[in-house]
């Protein structure tokens, strides 16, 4: 599962240097307002375009874009494969603010949290590198 890969990997390495904070935006919701950077001076990644759902019809892996809301993700996920995850119900909510912090829904007593079943992420590192990160590759930044 895609969760946070941005075409603004270089705006964030600027950012970086200069001690501002960053945040990817994937349409979460918070009082602190933090998927807006939570304070006045933050850089936010707009993740608007990543909202894709692709689901391998061998593997019945899926590739899911950051900002695709969890109704998208139902969706995506049934019309392609009749399949599901776990995952709370407030369908305005992005997967990439679902996944990264848990993901707990109806579901999750029987199959787990969302991000139990994250297999591979592509992320933006504050050097404004991209790379993937998974069981085999960057383990210390993936988290199982």
Same mark, same amino acid.
């Given at each position: 599962? /895609?969760?946070?890969?941005? $075409? $603004?990997?270089?705006?964030?390495?600027?950012? @970086?240097?200069y001690?501002?904070?960053?945040?990817?935006h994937s349409? *979460? $919701?918070?009082? /602190?307002?933090?998927?807006? *950077?939570?304070?006045?001076?933050?850089?936010?990644i707009?993740?608007?375009?990543?909202? %894709?759902?692709? #689901?391998?019809? %061998?593997?019945? !892996?899926?590739?899911?874009?950051?900002? @695709?809301?969890?109704?998208? #993700? @139902?969706?995506?996920?049934?019309? =392609?494969?009749?399949?599901?995850?776990? =995952?709370?119900?407030?369908?305005?909510?992005?997967? *990439? !603010?679902?996944?990264?912090?848990?993901?707990?829904?109806?579901?999750?007593?029987?199959? *787990?949290?969302?991000?139990? $079943?994250?297999?591979?992420?592509?992320?933006?590192? %504050?050097?404004? @590198?991209?790379t993937? #990160?998974?069981?085999?590759?960057?383990?210390?930044l993936?988290? #199982?």
């Open positions: 599962m /895609g969760v946070l890969l941005s $075409h $603004h990997h270089s705006e964030s390495k600027i950012a @970086t240097t001690g501002i904070p960053v945040q990817s349409r *979460g $919701h918070s009082y /602190g307002s933090y998927s807006l *950077g939570g304070k006045d001076s933050a850089f936010v707009d993740l608007s375009k990543m909202n %894709t759902i692709i #689901v391998n019809q %061998t593997t019945w !892996r899926a590739t899911i874009g950051g900002k @695709t809301c969890l109704k998208g #993700v @139902t969706e995506g996920l049934y019309n =392609q494969g009749k399949c599901t995850i776990a =995952q709370e119900m407030c369908p305005q909510v992005g997967i *990439g !603010r679902q996944a990264t912090v848990g993901g707990q829904g109806p579901l999750s007593r029987m199959y *787990g949290l969302t991000l139990d $079943h994250i297999m591979e992420m592509k992320v933006i590192l %504050t050097d404004g @590198t991209i993937k #990160v998974n069981k085999e590759m960057n383990l210390d993936f988290f #199982v």
